[in-house]
């Protein structure tokens, strides 16, 4: 091969940092071949889509973007692995179709889409991406060109939804799309005065509402822990809807590293309470761009910029309804307490366990804490892993770049099996990526 | 609204450029080596743009294979109903090391990249000019500005074509054809996969959107991504001793 010298990958967190480079085509298939990963838009924050140690490459999926049928009754579109959700968002929205589930960005492919099981707003109506999964197809390591689905290789299938692309590299997805009767949200976001009316207001507006979610202010302690605003939405009627489709919104680039004081103790709890206290009134109703609602941070291009060269990472753990109310206190309390401040800090209910063997949605509370990575960051993950341990619940790879093996297995006993299928598939372990080595043990 | 030819138009660059032109409402019709992989393009640009399964005809052509050209051009020329745009993005590479290595390959190379590029020009050429004109698009590169070590043979063939559409501008432009050169810097496609990314490298949709303006407003050479008109700029005024020093 060519002198790659010096280069690197890294999450979109950018923490860790490691040697190595993409490998490009139109042909999946082709250059999948003998290569231990495939990596979408990486948009994943920690080392999901990054080689181990001893790999140099991964297969980049983004030029493999066809859409290669799309049928207009059954809503079923067929596409190679790198399509990217803006371009479904940019070409279907406009004619009333929408994918039926969308995480918080729009800059993800399929690919990552399904490795990851992404879920939204509405995973208490709609589950995660998986469950609108029709059909698959892999490349798996021996080199076979393998079709999975809920009803063929039915393992396979399960184990590839949320198996962050540890089964076979994916080269094509089918999935449902659903209709929608506008390009517009009709959005009812209220104040909530702490994190127990929170939790209670998610579960009230989740059998009316469609979409839901919330941003809590996490500095706050005492009776204002878990403040926040919620979110509860649908989709516009056509009648509500402004006749104009929604335009693109306008990006606003974040230019360079920004110094770590920006986003400091200081800083993050000023905008916190601005961010509460502009909430005016207490309850708003109105029609809000799509893109506002689903992908609020793609306006501002690079923002993981904003908290400079060490990089973020975020912890996203789902804390069970056995768990009980208090879960939630208890758990923003150890991040209050090692002092530890996040300065988007997003809550969301989720519903049922999907389809996937190691998808990360369950019954409960999930939270998400944007971290800027420091010193003592492993510590307070530690320390924030050790509390998702107790109360039983368990955190989302695709974020993750700290969890130790140890505490995802206490968390994650579904490993065995989905270990089991990675044997039966993959019994060399060829497929792996530094989170698999790190987080399951692989060989590097 | 254009009725256009795009020979590469499965793959990278030349991908980029037919969905680009398709969204703006213009009549394509495809040509490429692999006949699945063309009827797989022409049906995703179908479903983008929301046409009629089959509207978008296409055309088995080999660039290293100029027997093709002429029929694929007729082919064309029917179910277009008479075409007045065609884009070249076509094109083989290989390193300067695997091309000293293997002579055949050079041989090759050298045929698809400049006379075989030509040869399908002057048939489009002569099909335009036989209409009153039309814009001939043909991407050359950056790496026939300037003889460098690392691109000595495959930027020979480029320089060629540069020259060879700077003719055609000079001596057509008053029949009204547009004869369009476009130079793109390292852009990161396929053909890029196996070299290391240099500063400044272009993504093929920013490619295509700035060759779908030249060919809007007729402009006769396109550097993009547009920072590499100012680095060639310097490359080519570094004197001899320089640039036997440097490996750029």
């Known amino acids: 091969m060519f002198g790659r010298k010096g280069e690197t990958l890294s999450g979109w967190g950018r923490a860790p940092v490691v040697p190595g480079h993409e490998v490009r085509s139109e042909d999946l298939a082709r250059i999948a071949d003998g290569r231990p990963l495939s990596r979408g838009l990486g948009r994943s924050y920690g080392d999901s889509s990054l080689p181990a140690a001893n790999d140099r490459e991964v297969v980049s999926t983004v030029l493999a973007d066809r859409i290669l049928s799309f049928d207009a009754d059954s809503g079923v579109l067929r596409a190679e692995a790198g399509l990217s959700l803006d371009e479904i968002y940019r070409l279907f929205l406009p004619r009333g179709w929408f994918v039926p589930v969308t995480p918080g960005t729009k800059f993800v492919t399929l690919g990552g889409m399904v490795a990851a099981d992404v879920h939204g707003k509405n995973h208490h109506k709609e589950g995660c991406f998986g469950a609108h999964v029709t059909d698959l197809k892999l490349r798996v390591a021996d080199g076979r060109v393998v079709r999975c689905s809920p009803t063929v290789e039915r393992d396979l299938f399960r184990a590839t939804i949320g198996g962050m692309g540890l089964t076979g590299h994916i080269l094509e997805v089918a999935f449902k799309m659903v209709r929608v009767p506008s390009p517009w949200i009709w959005q009812e976001s209220e104040r909530m005065p702490n994190i127990e009316a929170f939790i209670a207001g998610l579960k009230a507006a989740g059998p009316d509402w469609p979409m839901t979610a919330g941003w809590i202010d996490c500095v706050s302690g005492g009776p204002n822990m878990g403040r926040g605003i919620l979110f509860k939405g649908r989709w516009a009627t056509a009648a509500e809807a402004p006749k104009r489709p929604p335009r693109p919104k306008r990006r606003f680039t974040i230019p360079f590293d920004f110094p770590q004081f920006v986003l400091g103790p200081l800083s993050i709890r000023a905008f916190n309470t601005l961010f509460y206290w502009k909430h005016i009134p207490r309850v708003k109703r109105r029609i809000v761009h799509p893109e506002s609602t689903f992908y609020p941070l793609d306006m501002l291009w690079h923002w993981n910029r904003m908290y400079g060269r060490r990089g973020l990472t975020q912890h996203q753990c789902v804390l069970p309804n056995e768990a009980g109310a208090g ?45 800027a990575v420091r010193k003592d960051t492993p510590a307070l993950i530690d320390a924030l892993n050790e509390c998702v341990i107790k109360e039983g619940g368990r955190i989302y790879l695709a974020k993750d770049a700290f969890t130790r093996a140890e505490h995802f297995r206490a968390m994650d006993p579904r490993i065995d099996e989905f270990q089991r299928v990675r044997r039966i598939w993959d019994p060399n372990r060829r497929l792996r990526s530094a989170q698999s080595v790190r987080v399951f043990g692989d060989p590097a | 609204m254009r009725k256009v030819v795009i020979l590469g138009a499965t793959k990278g660059i030349g991908r980029a450029i037919a969905r680009q032109l398709a969204e703006r409402g213009d ?5 490429g080596r692999d ?57 083989l590479f290989a390193t300067q090391d695997r091309l000293e290595a293997e002579p055949d390959l050079a041989r090759r190379l050298l045929t698809a990249d400049f006379a075989n590029t030509v040869v399908f020009c002057e048939e489009a050429r002569r099909r335009l000019l036989a209409r009153g004109g039309g814009t001939l698009c043909v991407l050359s590169s950056v790496a026939g500005e300037r003889g ?23 001596k057509f432009h008053a029949q009204g054809l547009r004869a369009i050169c476009v130079k793109p810097g390292f852009v990161r496609t396929g053909m890029t996969a196996g070299l290391p990314t240099p500063p400044f490298a272009g993504e093929p949709e920013g490619v295509a959107r700035d060759v779908v303006r030249a060919i809007e407003r007729g402009k006769p050479v396109v550097y993009t991504p547009g920072i590499w008109r100012w680095i060639m700029l310097v490359i080519r005024m570094l004197p001899r001793f320089v640039m036997r020093k440097i490996g750029f």
């Open chain 2, 35 to 91: 006949p699945s992989d063309l009827a797989a393009s022409a049906r995703d640009i179908e479903i983008r743009t929301g046409r009629a399964d089959g509207s978008i005809g296409s055309a088995p052509c080999d660039l290293e294979r100029a027997d093709d050209f002429a029929p694929a051009l007729d082919s064309a020329n029917t179910v277009l109903g008479g075409f007045d745009t065609v884009v070249v993005t076509a094109g």
């Open chain 2, 148 to 170: 460098r070590k690392p691109v000595i043979l495959y930027g020979a063939a480029k320089a060629g074509l540069t020259h060879y559409m700077e003719g055609l501008d000079h």
């Open chain 1, 327 to 371: 879960a939630a206190r208890r758990f923003l309390e150890v991040l209050t307490a090692r002092g530890g401040a996040s300065f988007l800090c997003v809550i969301k209910d989720c519903g049922p366990e999907g389809v996937g063997m190691l998808s990360f949605p369950r019954p409960g509370i999930s939270i998400a804490l944007d971290i």
């Open chain 2, 27 to 31: 009549a394509l019709f495809l040509l």
